[in-house]
């Protein structure tokens, strides 16, 4: 990136300023993984960085100027450059008292993590010297997550910090450091000082993240998970001698793990989510049967409402919860399928009924075979294939993406004589489930079904 360094540098240093690449930036550089969204830290004030970057940057705003930072774009590069600082918290909410540093060392061991308090130099040649105060470059090679001060000051200036290490977890494949595990424990209801949204935005980079099984069993293991997300540690049912079942808990996580080896590209948020919660109704749905059985009778209508309670109160946007609510609800009609017993008319409905989201209900259908009997694992993706191949087939004849009555409103109000109203609806309801039951008909068809319809109904 030296043509975008270089001249950079030259800006800052003509104008007596020093500039450093940091943070995330660099520890990213040192993993092989460096982005387009590049973080700077400088001696010049927000105000003196705009003035730098006016007529150099292809753009600029300053929505983080309250707290020191510039933004910029250059050409397929975002860059965030913040003065340096050396913030003091009150330990009651999250957001620091900001105040500026004067060197970079104050900068980065107010940083939250050693393996993001490394920086690179920027001068008139582009990268011009490593500066690592707290050997991060041997945390970030040993792939351990710790903290400049003692993990205690450092999660009580920043509860958050606490999430943002396991979500490092995920996104990097590393793993925390004893201490920074033993004070997540100890402090875990300190993650209630910050707002459901910060706490949502990471819960998203940690699930979508290359390894959230591990980050995920680490929430859990710390009891960050019950302050946050208490309906995943709650699937661990205890299992006796008696009423032998499947741990909910650890079946989640593999649906979680085979439902993103299904993924096309991009890691998908909706299907992670309803892979990992898909079954959080058990544990409220728990019958032990007679016979030394144990059921869990709609736990998906259970499940559903769950996920809508605790996705709602994260303050998550309302198409994600109904998405991902509407998958955990759907996630077992599929089994009712048996061996490709389903009417025609079943697999309309399957369809209908998962509207946008039929391929990530098929890819969660699938990954939620995690029985260890190859035959009867077998036989589910054999009735998955042939499921997919039917649906397919329908799809071919049927347009069934967009099912409607084979008449329309305006034709039924026409037909039978009707004024806009409640009636017009439930007529159009009815041809719409005929439209299911037998598929596409003739005009003739819809038209003498409905008359006969319409009969009963002032019969």
């Keep these: 990136m030296s043509d975008i360094l270089q001249p950079l ?45 006016s007529g150099w940057a292809e753009a600029l ?63 008139r040649d582009g990268a011009e010297g490593f ?21 205690q000051e450092s999660f009580d200036d920043d509860p958050l910090r606490m999430l943002r290490a396991v979500r490092f977890v ?13 004070a997540i424990t100890d402090m875990a209801v300190e993650i209630e000082r910050i707002t459901a949204e910060r706490v949502h935005a990471e819960l998203d980079k940690l699930i979508t993240g290359e390894h959230p099984i591990e980050a995920i069993e680490l929430m859990v293991d710390t009891g960050l998970a019950d302050r946050i997300l208490p309906e ?32 096309d590209g991009d890691p998908d948020l ?15 749905t728990r019958r032990h049967e007679p016979n030394g059985g144990v059921s869990f009778h709609h736990h998906e209508v259970v499940g559903a409402k769950m996920v809508r309670k605790r996705m709602r109160a994260l303050k998550y946007p309302k198409a994600i ?76 004849a049927e347009d069934l993406d967009r099912v409607r009555p084979d008449l329309d409103g305006n034709a039924i109000m026409e037909l039978l004589g009707l004024p806009p109203g409640p009636a017009v609806g439930q007529a159009w309801r009815f041809l719409k489930e005929l439209r299911l039951d037998r598929g596409p008909l003739s005009r003739d068809e819809a038209e003498e079904a409905l008359r006969v319809w319409w009969a009963e109904q002032q019969g």
Excluded at 68 to 97: F, H
Excluded at 242 to 263: C, F, G, I, N, P
Excluded at 270 to 284: C, E, F, T
Excluded at 352 to 369: I, Q, Y
Aim: net charge negative; glycine share 8%; charged share 25%.
């Design 170 to 182: 995920s996104q990097l494949g590393f793993t925390v450091a004893p201490r920074v595990s033993q």
């Design 232 to 263: 995943v540690p709650g699937m661990r049912l205890t299992i006796d001698e008696h009423h032998q079942h499947k741990d909910v808990y650890q079946h989640s996580l593999t649906v979680l793990r085979q439902a993103m080896d299904l993924e």
């Design 270 to 284: 909706v299907l992670r989510w309803a892979a990992l919660l898909h079954d959080i109704g058990k544990p409220d």
């Design 321 to 396: 919860v109904e998405d991902v609510a509407t998958l955990v609800f759907l996630h077992l009609r599929f089994h009712g399928y048996g061996d490709g017993a389903w009417t025609d008319s079943a697999v309309r409905r399957y369809v209908t009924d998962a509207g946008p989201l039929l391929d990530r209900l098929n890819k969660l259908v699938r990954a939620d075979c995690t029985t260890r009997n190859r035959r009867r694992a077998r036989r589910l993706q054999e009735n998955y294939d042939d499921l997919e191949q039917r649906i397919a087939a329908l799809q071919a």
């Design 131 to 151: 500066h690592d105060p707290l050997d991060g470059m041997s945390a970030a090679l040993a792939g351990i997550i710790d903290t400049p001060a003692t993990p």
């Design 9 to 53: 540098g030259v800006l800052f240093a003509d104008a007596g300023h020093e500039l450093y690449l940091v943070g995330g930036s660099v520890r990213d550089a040192v993993l092989g993984r460096l982005g387009t969204d590049l973080d700077f830290t400088t001696d010049a004030r927000p105000e003196q960085v705009q003035g730098l970057l």
């Design 61 to 123: 705003w300053d929505a983080g100027i309250e707290f020191g930072t510039v933004s910029a774009r250059k050409g397929d590069l975002i860059l965030e450059i913040t003065t340096y600082r050396a913030d003091k918290y009150d330990r009651v909410g999250r957001n620091p008292v900001v105040t500026f540093g004067e060197s970079i060392d104050d900068d980065l061991v107010r940083r939250d993590f050693t393996i993001n308090a490394m920086a690179v130099r920027i001068g």
